[in-house]
Nanobody, 124 residues
Framework: QLQLVESGGGLVQPGGSLRLSCAAS????????IGWFRQAPGKEREGVSC????????NYVDSVKGRFSISRGNAKNTVYLQMNSLKPEDTAVYYC?????????????????WGKGTLVTVSS
């Protein structure tokens, strides 16, 4: 069993930055691929970025490439999402999730454990 808790969301102006954290409880954290997803009002949940269990493989949705960066600290049981140059269209609830296969880590149905989300609002 793995429990995930997101933090770091908030209100930021366009062009600003935030760093989201996903803290996990459970000794098996380092076995899992971790993905960040987001869901804006009235829209489907989409995969934003994910990182393999080793941290050596990452991927990003096209809309955030060059602006967001994912990393993990297995010793701290934490995955981070650094978000720079934020845009109003990045406004959403951001969730982290754990899965077993990085090839499917952007597919919500493939993820096994979920956090409850943290709200990011980008607005002037």
């Amino acid at each position: 069993q793995l429990q995930l808790v997101e933090s770091g969301g908030g209100l930021v102006q366009p062009g600003g930055s935030l760093r989201l954290s996903c803290a996990a409880s459970g000794s098996t954290f380092h076995y899992y691929t971790i993905g960040w997803f987001r869901q804006a009002p009235g829209k489907e949940r989409e995969g934003v970025s994910c990182i393999s269990s080793s941290g050596h493989m990452t991927n990003y949705v096209d809309s955030v490439k060059g602006r967001f960066s994912i990393s993990r600290g297995n010793a701290k049981n934490t995955v981070y999402l650094q978000m720079n140059s934020l845009k109003p269209e990045d406004t959403a609830v951001y969730y982290c999730a754990a899965g077993e296969d990085i090839d499917f880590c952007s597919v919500p149905e493939a993820m096994v454990y979920w956090g409850k989300g943290t709200l990011v609002t980008v607005s002037s």
